[in-house]
């Protein structure tokens, strides 16, 4: 009769150890700092990528991290609360209210303050990196952009859309990852909008959407509003001058880009990694 209570304490002791090994198990060490293959399991999992993609993230993070301690780069309570201020102000309410709201959803504050630290202080290290070798953006390589990408810079003046209201927004972001939810309580209507009765803001949201995709979730009048797309209709061309300064954004957004990736593949290049077992 005893026998079968040391086989589950056995059987018991082998599950935890097996979990603690997943846990535990080193995947790469880089610069002599391990990523977990758990930490690759669950970044891959929070962000729906591949664990080869959530490895390689983790190690430029790794990278990051170790450039802004070496720079002693540092973010401080104000600049994080100034943030959250202009987030919030984005978004029509106060930064009281704001944060109200993200623990309403069950945020956990200092968490979220960690993270626009960190953030803050990753921005720093890439203004860093790609100060002093951005190129002014030229007129000609401008109008050539206009040019090589006409799709980019024409507006659909007739939007085909379904408009769904709920009272609560959870309700719409779980059609977002379902769309073959019917939940009773979310309201659907299909209309056809004229870019002409829109505001400016509408009108850009309508037309950043792709066709087949739906809007993020918006506060209209009081309801929780979300926009489907079906169809975009009478495009029109916007003319160069219109979009010159957007096009100078674009650019050197790339251009930023580019010098960042280049510095962290030279990085990455140089540093040492010890691959200790690949995440399958």
Known sequence: ??????????????????????????????????????????YSEKYKISR??????????????????????????????????NLANKNGLSQYEFLNMLKEKDVKIAQYRKEIKDKLKKDKLYRSIYRDKIKAVEEEAMAKFYKDNPAEFKVANSF????YTAQKPEDLQAIQNNPMLQPANVKIENKILDAKTLDNK??????????????QVLNIQNSPTMFY????????????EDVKKNIYRVISKRQEEKVVKDYFEKLKSSASIIVVRSPT
């Open 1 to 42: 009769m005893k026998i079968i209570p040391r086989l589950l304490v056995s059987a018991s002791i082998c599950a935890t150890l097996g979990f603690s090994g997943i846990i535990t198990g080193v995947s790469v060490i880089i610069n002599d700092e391990p990523i977990t293959l758990y930490e690759v399991y669950k």
């Open 52 to 85: 080869k993609e959530s490895l390689n993230l983790l190690v430029r993070q790794k990278l990051e991290n170790s450039q802004i301690k070496k720079l002693r780069i540092d973010a401080d309570t104000f600049e994080v609360d100034k943030y959250i201020e």
């Open 202 to 215: 509408l009108k850009a949201l309508l037309n950043s959407t792709k066709q087949g995709m739906f809007t």
């Open 160 to 163: 085909n859309i379904s408009v």
């Open 229 to 240: 797309i079906k169809e975009k209709k009478d495009f029109t061309q916007i003319p160069y």
